[in-house]
């Protein structure tokens, strides 16, 4: 029954099956690896060619698309004939182009600022409608570089664009096109019977589509491979989805001109069904191969298996322990020189197994009687390490030392580092009173000097065949012939050496010098820990000395503490006025000049400066001409690198000139002068930093427009009252100014052209010796219900003596205060 077991665990669990399921496994992987490879080459090769197909397709109706542009844009052109000087000549040419092209369902004339004088479709004529399109994109592209086109857009689902080209009058034609014509470069002969096509604009709508394609006026921008090229630098995708989710190949063109993007998909399980076909055939071939991989693996297993079963039984019996049974194996092979090698190791465990039964019964004994010992030595040390007392210690130890080695007597030698020799301190077995010369032993040349050195024991089994020296003579003459000498040392040093005496000469086992020298390293232990014990003792007492010293030092240092705290107490107060002075100079520096702020900080009472009062002043407005068309066509980082040059530009100047900054809005600055700080030239000052403001400015305008960048620089300032303070709430505090003066200052800003500066008829009258400049037309200005008189600062006179100084008013202002 057991044989049974075993031959279907080794056909299960055995090399039969390891065998059969190794060769099963290797044809099975290397038909599968052959046919993944075929697999993913058919693969590559029909996904390559679909978008080699696909991509020509793009490209060449992305050319059609733009040639038909062009074509569109030169049959536009023709309508803006130079001696088509009027309008009914323009509406006689705009009449003869409706008819003449179909794609062009209206046409619009425009003067230079973009007013419309004509439009004209299919249907309605108009005349003088004087729309305004200035801000038309069409429009403005074509001033700027003769033609323009404006993003498509749709009626419905119509899809429609304009196309702008400017007339040598500098006016302006504007064709709206119907964009269905699209539809045409995708028919199923251009597309093909399973793929489709579509092109869309550059927010992702359908501007035209095949038969099988999407709708038209459709959003795809959320398809990764429209989403893919429509984004700023995006690569096109080789494969994405399709509106309902389902997988595609596709390839894409660019219109570049337009900024559309011509699409060519095809879905993908139509595209790889050549390889679903080739995988079934795959499947197949596998299968067929799995089966004859077993029917191969069961055959040469088989053969395997009788040896292989004779061989595992044999091994079975030896390990049992029948050593004369013997292996029959005949098959001309390795299997058979195993056999052998079997039947061989059989004999020569019999005999190993003989010799092994003998030394086992030889350890035994020798392990019962170092265990017995090490039970003495346990005890040994126990005994020892119980005492923490020097003079207890060493009698234990030479005690139990005497008890170990069975020997006569026991002596025990403490080292004198200093004379460099060994003194006698304990002894068992001998008087050591006893007048001789080994109470005292030098280190050198002696047994007790060569055993501390070499840290090993030293047996001596015959006293009298040694040179003399005063332990081997006194030994002698006490009767003692052997002696074994065990050096009490440890890392720290040496503290001495244990002598045992036998009155019998004979040598000394290795087993008892092994158990001395671990007893040795024991008793070293316990004369460490006695020796430290007495060193603790006697520190002790010196610490209960000391600590009256230290209490008396302890009240010293009480009485200097109460000192420092005091000290402490009124440094406190002084860095808690200056973190007051410091809070005051930041607050005020979120809207003065740091020199005024820390002018008024330094100065005790002029919080009160800042308090609602009404003075006159006078109020610089200053912003940036074209920032906001600037803004939307721009990118944000551009846009906040230009305000900085910009602010860095102005602060400069506020504060050199000790203006009061009241607020930044965009690309608008507000300047107070005279408040909180009086100056009496303070109208002087605003004048003088303006012009700078315009000098400094205009460097940088001539910077920004390399960049592509068309900004100017306007300047208004006006003079009058106003009521002054701060407002706000105690987290957020600002310093402003309230009276009608701020508002004219706004609005002479609003009027002034670009790197124009615009004052007041009084500001001007306050500055007129000192710059160049003229009276300009009464403005009409929003909020104020009478003209204002206004004038326009052209320079500023360097030659004039009473120019403003900005240091030295500083420096008079210091005197006063």
Same mark, same amino acid.
């Given at each position: 029954?057991?044989?049974?077991?075993?031959?279907?665990?080794?056909?299960?669990?055995?090399?039969?099956?390891?065998?059969?399921?190794?060769?099963?496994?290797?044809?099975?992987?290397?038909?599968?690896?052959n046919?993944?490879?075929?697999?993913?080459?058919?693969?590559?090769?029909?996904?390559?060619?679909l978008?080699?197909?696909m991509?020509?397709?793009?490209?060449?109706?992305?050319?059609?698309i733009?040639?038909s542009?062009?074509?569109?844009?030169?049959?536009?052109?023709?309508?803006?004939?130079?001696?088509?000087?009027?309008?009914?000549?323009?509406?006689?040419?705009?009449?003869?182009?409706?008819?003449?092209?179909?794609?062009?369902?209206?046409?619009?004339?425009?003067?230079?600022?973009?007013h419309?004088?004509?439009?004209?479709?299919?249907?309605?004529?108009?005349?003088?409608?004087?729309?305004?399109?200035?801000?038309?994109?069409?429009?403005?592209?074509?001033?700027?570089?003769?033609?323009?086109?404006?993003?498509?857009?749709?009626?419905?689902?119509?899809?429609?664009m304009?196309?702008?080209?400017?007339?040598?009058?500098?006016?302006?034609?504007?064709?709206?096109?119907?964009?269905?014509?699209?539809?045409?470069?995708?028919?199923?002969?251009?597309?093909?019977?399973?793929?489709?096509?579509?092109?869309?604009?550059?927010?992702?709508?359908?501007?035209?589509?095949?038969?099988?394609?999407?709708?038209?006026?459709?959003?795809?921008s959320?398809?990764?491979?429209?989403?893919?090229v429509?984004?700023?630098?995006?690569?096109p995708?080789?494969?994405?989805?399709?509106?309902?989710?389902?997988?595609?190949?596709?390839?894409?063109?660019?219109?570049?001109?337009?900024?559309?993007?011509?699409?060519?998909?095809?879905?993908?399980?139509?595209?790889?069904?050549?390889?679903?076909?080739?995988?079934?055939?795959?499947?197949?071939?596998?299968a067929?191969?799995?089966?004859?991989?077993?029917?191969?693996?069961?055959?040469?297993?088989?053969?395997?298996?009788?040896?292989?079963?004779a061989?595992?039984?044999?091994?079975?019996?030896?390990?049992?322990?029948?050593?004369g049974?013997?292996?029959?194996?005949?098959?001309?092979?390795?299997?058979?020189?195993?056999?052998?090698?079997?039947?061989?190791?059989?004999g020569?465990?019999?005999?190993?197994?003989?010799?092994?039964?003998?030394k086992?019964?030889?350890?035994?004994?020798?392990?019962?009687?170092?265990?017995?010992?090490?039970?003495v030595?346990?005890?040994?040390g126990?005994?020892?390490?119980?005492?923490?007392?020097?003079?207890?210690?060493?009698?234990?130890?030479?005690?139990?030392?005497?008890?170990?080695?069975?020997?006569?007597?026991?002596?025990?030698?403490?080292?004198?580092?200093?004379?460099?020799?060994?003194n006698?301190?304990?002894?068992?077995?001998?008087?050591?009173?006893?007048?001789?010369?080994?109470?005292a032993?030098?280190?050198?040349?002696?047994?007790?000097?060569?055993?501390?050195?070499?840290?090993?024991?030293?047996?001596?089994?015959?006293?009298d065949?040694?040179?003399?020296?005063?332990?081997?003579?006194?030994?002698?003459?006490?009767?003692?012939?052997?002696?074994?000498?065990?050096?009490?040392?440890?890392?720290?040093?040496?503290?001495?050496?244990?002598?045992?005496?036998?009155?019998?000469?004979?040598?000394?086992?290795?087993?008892?010098?092994?158990?001395?020298?671990?007893?040795?390293?024991?008793?070293?232990?316990?004369?460490?820990?006695?020796?430290?014990?007495?060193?603790?003792?006697?520190?002790?007492?010196?610490?209960?000395s000391?600590?009256?010293?230290?209490?008396?030092?302890?009240?010293?240092?009480?009485?200097?503490?109460?000192?420092?705290?005091?000290?402490?107490?009124?440094?406190?107060?002084r860095?808690?006025?200056? =973190? /007051?002075?410091?809070?005051?100079?930041? %607050? &005020? #520096?979120?809207?003065?000049?740091?020199? @005024?702020?820390? +002018?008024?900080?330094?100065?005790?009472?002029?919080?009160?400066?800042?308090?609602?009062?009404?003075?006159?002043?006078?109020?610089?407005?200053?912003?940036?001409?074209?920032?906001?068309?600037?803004?939307?066509?721009t990118?944000?980082e551009?846009?906040?690198?230009?305000?900085?040059?910009?602010?860095?530009?102005?602060?400069?100047?506020?504060?050199?000139?000790?203006?009061?900054?009241?607020?930044?809005?965009?690309?608008?600055?507000?300047?107070?002068?005279?408040?909180?700080?009086?100056?009496?030239?303070?109208?002087?000052?605003?004048?003088?930093?303006?012009?700078?403001?315009?000098?400094?400015?205009?460097?940088?305008?001539?910077?920004?427009?390399?960049?592509?960048?068309?900004?100017?620089?306007?300047?208004?300032?006006?003079?009058?009252?106003?009521? =002054? /303070?701060?407002i706000?709430?105690?987290? %957020? &505090? #600002?310093?402003a100014?309230?009276?009608? @003066?701020?508002? +004219?200052?706004?609005?002479?800003?609003?009027?002034a052209?670009?790197?124009?500066?615009?004052?007041?008829?009084?500001?001007?009258?306050?500055?007129?010796?000192?710059?160049?400049?003229?009276?300009?037309?009464?403005?009409?200005?929003?909020?104020?219900?009478?003209?204002?008189?206004?004038?326009e600062i052209?320079?500023w006179?360097?030659?004039?003596?009473?120019?403003?100084?900005?240091?030295?008013?500083?420096?008079?202002?210091?005197?006063?205060?």
């Amino acid at each position: 029954m057991s044989g049974v077991r075993d031959k279907i665990w080794f056909l299960r669990e055995g090399l039969f099956a390891k065998y059969v399921i190794a060769l099963v496994g290797l044809v099975v992987f290397v038909l599968a690896v052959n046919g993944a490879m075929e697999i993913w080459i058919s693969y590559r090769g029909i996904k390559t060619t679909l978008n080699d197909g696909m991509s020509e397709k793009a490209e060449a109706t992305a050319k059609h698309i733009e040639q038909s542009m062009a074509d569109l844009e030169r049959q536009i052109s023709w309508a803006t004939r130079a001696y088509s000087n009027t309008v009914e000549l323009r509406r006689a040419d705009y009449a003869q182009l409706l008819r003449q092209v179909p794609q062009v369902s209206q046409l619009s004339l425009l003067d230079p600022k973009g007013h419309e004088q004509l439009r004209l479709s299919r249907r309605t004529v108009n005349v003088g409608s004087n729309l305004d399109f200035s801000r038309d994109i069409s429009f403005t592209e074509a001033v700027a570089r003769g033609t323009g086109y404006a993003p498509p857009y749709f009626r419905g689902e119509h899809p429609y664009m304009s196309i702008a080209l400017s007339h040598s009058d500098s006016n302006v034609t504007v064709a709206e096109i119907d964009l269905d014509f699209l539809t045409e470069f995708f028919g199923d002969a251009q597309v093909g019977k399973v793929a489709f096509g579509y092109v869309v604009d550059g927010r992702g709508q359908v501007l035209a589509s095949s038969s099988k394609g999407p709708e038209v006026a459709k959003s795809l921008s959320a398809l990764p491979q429209v989403a893919a090229v429509i984004k700023p630098g995006g690569a096109p995708l080789s494969a994405g989805t399709d509106s309902a989710g389902h997988d595609v190949l596709t390839t894409s063109s660019a219109v570049p001109k337009l900024g559309w993007y011509v699409f060519y998909e095809q879905p993908t399980a139509q595209a790889l069904t050549p390889i679903r076909d080739q995988m079934v055939r795959i499947a197949l071939l596998i299968a067929l191969g799995l089966v004859v991989a077993i029917i191969a693996g069961t055959i040469m297993a088989r053969r395997m298996l009788v040896p292989i079963t004779a061989l595992r039984a044999g091994a079975r019996r030896l390990g049992a322990g029948e050593f004369g049974h013997r292996i029959e194996v005949k098959t001309s092979d390795e299997l058979e020189e195993l056999a052998n090698q079997f039947n061989s190791m059989a004999g020569q465990l019999a005999e190993t197994y003989s010799d092994l039964e003998w030394k086992v019964k030889e350890r035994t004994r020798d392990l019962a009687q170092s265990i017995n010992e090490l039970k003495v030595l346990e005890e040994v040390g126990r005994a020892v390490a119980s005492s923490l007392d020097l003079n207890a210690v060493l009698p234990t130890v030479a005690a139990r030392a005497l008890e170990i080695t069975h020997a006569d007597a026991v002596l025990i030698y403490g080292y004198d580092a200093t004379g460099r020799q060994f003194n006698l301190t304990e002894a068992i077995g001998i008087d050591k009173d006893a007048e001789g010369g080994h109470r005292a032993i030098d280190e050198a040349g002696s047994p007790l000097g060569d055993a501390a050195a070499k840290a090993e024991p030293i047996s001596i089994p015959n006293l009298d065949a040694t040179s003399e020296h005063p332990l081997r003579d006194m030994a002698v003459a006490a009767g003692f012939h052997s002696v074994l000498v065990v050096p009490l040392v440890d890392q720290q040093g040496i503290l001495g050496s244990l002598v045992v005496l036998r009155r019998s000469a004979g040598a000394f086992s290795p087993n008892l010098i092994g158990l001395m020298k671990t007893f040795a390293h024991q008793s070293v232990l316990a004369m460490r820990n006695a020796r430290l014990f007495s060193e603790v003792d006697h520190k002790s007492r010196e610490l209960l000395s000391a600590n009256d010293t230290v209490r008396q030092q302890a009240d010293k240092l009480q009485e200097q503490t109460d000192q420092l705290r005091d000290w402490n107490r009124s440094l406190e107060q002084r860095v808690e006025t200056q =973190l /007051g002075e410091i809070e005051r100079i930041r %607050r &005020l #520096e979120r809207f003065l000049a740091p020199q @005024v702020a820390q +002018l008024i900080a330094s100065s005790d009472g002029h919080d009160a400066l800042l308090d609602s009062h009404r003075r006159e002043v006078t109020v610089v407005f200053c912003d940036l001409r074209g920032f906001t068309a600037f803004t939307e066509s721009t990118e944000p980082e551009e846009a906040m690198n230009v305000l900085r040059e910009y602010h860095a530009a102005l602060g400069e100047l506020i504060f050199r000139y000790e203006g009061t900054l009241d607020r930044y809005a965009g690309d608008g600055v507000m300047i107070l002068f005279n408040a909180p700080i009086q100056f009496e030239d303070h109208t002087a000052r605003a004048v003088r930093m303006a012009v700078e403001m315009r000098d400094a400015i205009g460097e940088l305008t001539g910077k920004w427009r390399n960049r592509g960048h068309n900004l100017g620089f306007g300047i208004g300032i006006a003079l009058g009252y106003a009521t =002054l /303070g701060q407002i706000g709430f105690e987290q %957020r &505090l #600002e310093y402003a100014a309230i009276g009608s @003066v701020t508002n +004219l200052a706004s609005r002479l800003c609003d009027e002034a052209k670009a790197h124009q500066i615009v004052v007041s008829r009084r500001v001007y009258g306050m500055v007129e010796p000192w710059v160049e400049g003229r009276p300009i037309d009464d403005l009409n200005l929003k909020g104020f219900n009478h003209p204002v008189l206004a004038a326009e600062i052209l320079s500023w006179r360097e030659e004039v003596d009473n120019v403003v100084d900005a240091a030295a008013s500083t420096a008079r202002r210091k005197k006063t205060s």
